[in-house]
């Protein structure tokens, strides 16, 4: 098939390639076919395909709906993690020395880890990773992460 024979398709079925993404993507009835499946595996080029596309070249300074969407998720995560439910919530006015003393940058890391993996990840980023190597963190000898070690 050629990419004509694949559009002559979806316009005989009234279909665009957009629905056509959509519907595989959101109906309970193809989760796990091959298509939908393939969409998700190959997600961020797909991305990067449109964020790249000439037709937004001229809008380079312009938000995208990914960048926007990505905001607000760090956003949501920082209000989680901040929350005075999520326990780190902290107001150096008010700060006893006990709770200076038992707070540990190690736990807050972990719950961060956990709670807000979107953040950590930009955090690592920020503090030095190549977004375009894969890196995981590890711990040194005396148990300190280390964010970001390149593999």
């Not at 979806?10 to 969409?39: P, V």
Request: hydrophobic residues 35%.
């Amino acid at each position: 098939y050629t990419m004509d024979t694949v559009i002559a398709t979806l316009q005989e079925c009234n279909l665009s390639a957009s629905q056509f993404i959509i519907l595989i993507l959101r109906c309970q009835k193809y989760h796990g076919h091959h298509l939908a499946e393939d969409h998700l595996v190959h997600s961020d080029e797909i991305i990067e395909a449109l964020n790249k596309h000439p037709s937004r070249q001229d809008n380079k300074s312009q938000p995208t709906a990914n960048h926007n969407a990505l905001r607000q998720q760090y956003i949501t995560e920082i209000k989680l993690i901040s929350s005075e439910e999520a326990g780190w919530h902290f107001g150096p006015s008010h700060a006893t020395t006990q709770q200076l003393e038992e707070f540990s940058i190690e736990e807050m890391g972990t719950e961060m880890q956990s709670h807000a993996p979107a953040l950590w990840d930009l955090l690592r980023l920020l503090l030095g990773a190549n977004s375009s190597s894969s890196f995981k963190d590890v711990k040194d000898a005396d148990g300190d992460i280390m964010m970001g070690s390149l593999q």
